[in-house]
């Protein structure tokens, strides 16, 4: 059984940082790909970063150069630093994974940005 389960998210005020975190379960899962994806209020939901087994990464470009993901295959884990936070990253962030052709997706963490 497939279960991802985000931490991390809160309120901070424009410029600040966070960090994300994302606890899979299943050793099955320790190698693949894991990504973060978004979903702003009345906006459809986002990738904002992937990272493949051996540590590659992708970005969107609204994020690179602030948001950083990488992953501890030991622990089954996955995180998303994010730095200086703007008002439109705002959102709930969710984890995902793709099995066999199947998302899985965490419950969300919510992110606030106060201006």
């Known amino acids: 059984q497939v279960s991802l389960v985000e931490s991390g998210g809160g309120l901070v005020q424009a410029g600040g940082s966070l960090t994300l975190s994302c606890a899979a379960s299943g050793s099955i899962l320790r190698l693949i790909p894991k990504a973060w994806y978004r979903q702003g209020s009345g906006k459809q939901r986002e990738l904002v970063a992937s990272i493949t087994g051996d540590g590659s990464t992708n970005y969107a470009v609204s994020v690179k150069g602030r948001f950083t993901i990488s992953r501890d295959n030991a622990k089954n884990m996955v995180y998303l630093q994010m730095n200086s936070l703007k008002t439109e990253d705002e959102a709930v962030y969710y984890c995902?994974?793709?099995?066999?052709?199947?998302?899985?997706w965490g419950q969300g963490t919510q992110v606030a940005v106060s201006s």
């Open positions: 995902n994974i793709n099995l066999g052709g199947k998302n899985y």
